[in-house]
Each structure stands twice: as C-alpha cells, then as structure tokens.
C-alpha cells in the first residue's frame, strides 16, 4: 500500500514569505539615506551571504538552529530532512536549503550594511575572510592531494 505524498504547508509558506516582506519594509524604514551598496559591497554581500547559509544549513556549530526542525540528529549538516508539519516543517525546509536560508541572510546582511554600516562592514567582513579561508582550505588539501598521488606514482 503507498502512502499518499504529504501536501506542502503553503500556509506556512505564505506566512514566511510576509514575515521576510515585512523584515524588509522595516529594514528599509530604518535604513540610511545617505547609504547605497556599491559594487564591492555587493560582490562581498555575496560572498558574506555564501558563508552564512553554508554557517547555517550545514555546520556543526549551528546544528541548535536546525535540531527542532529536522529528523533525527542535525549534527552531521548532511542528508537532515525537514520533518514535522505547517510551520516546523516550513521553516526545517527553509533551514537545510543554502539556497533558501541564503535569501534570507543576504536580506539580513543587506539590511545591516543599511541601517548600521560600521556593524554591517564588519559583519559582512568577517564572513568574506571565512569565506576566502574556506576556499584557500579546499585548495591547500585538493593541491596537497594531488602532489601525495604524483609521488606515489613516480615511486610506483
């Protein structure tokens, strides 16, 4: 006997979807005149908006954020399924997708480079040398491995 697929909470969908529009209008109501994003400020929201979803969905450190919303132990950052019905399921979906928590960090990123500039800097800052650092990592090891397999294979 199958089970008959679980419909989406569009309910909770849509309330999410007014929460982020209403965080937006508030946002920018206190944002600064005076205060455009630039092109550099826009290429190191990106790269502050990459790190914190990747922070958020996946790392260990934030798995408290994740832990209500998602089955078994959210721990691992990997393979968490959002469980649960309405709004726990709608905001487990919203917490394991980069992509979806990324639109709402990039808001919250935007707004604080916005509202509070030297905060914002710093913040969105941070998250870019995190992000750069991540790379940097990724590299180091990709090289190192390479070099080990070069060398198992001349002494070979």
């Not at 006997?1 to 109501?29: D, E, K, N």
């Amino acid at each position: 006997m199958s089970v008959a697929p679980q419909r989406p909470p569009y309910g909770a969908y849509a309330t999410l979807v007014a929460i982020f529009a209403v965080g937006l209008g508030a946002a920018s109501r206190a944002s600064r005149p005076d205060r455009d994003l630039t092109a550099i400020d826009i290429a190191a929201l990106g790269l502050a908006t990459f790190k914190a979803s990747r922070t958020v969905s996946r790392d260990k450190v934030t798995s408290f954020v994740r832990e209500p919303f998602v089955e078994g132990t959210a721990y691992e950052g990997e393979g968490e399924q959002p469980t649960g019905t309405g709004m726990r399921r709608a905001v487990g979906e919203l917490v394991t997708c980069t992509r979806c928590i990324g639109t709402w960090l990039a808001a919250g990123l935007a707004a604080s480079l916005t509202v509070t500039p030297r905060f914002g800097r710093l913040l969105v800052w941070s998250l870019d040398a995190a992000a750069i650092n991540d790379f940097l990592q990724a590299g180091f090891v990709a090289l190192t491995e390479k070099a080990n397999e070069l060398e198992e294979r001349a002494e070979a």
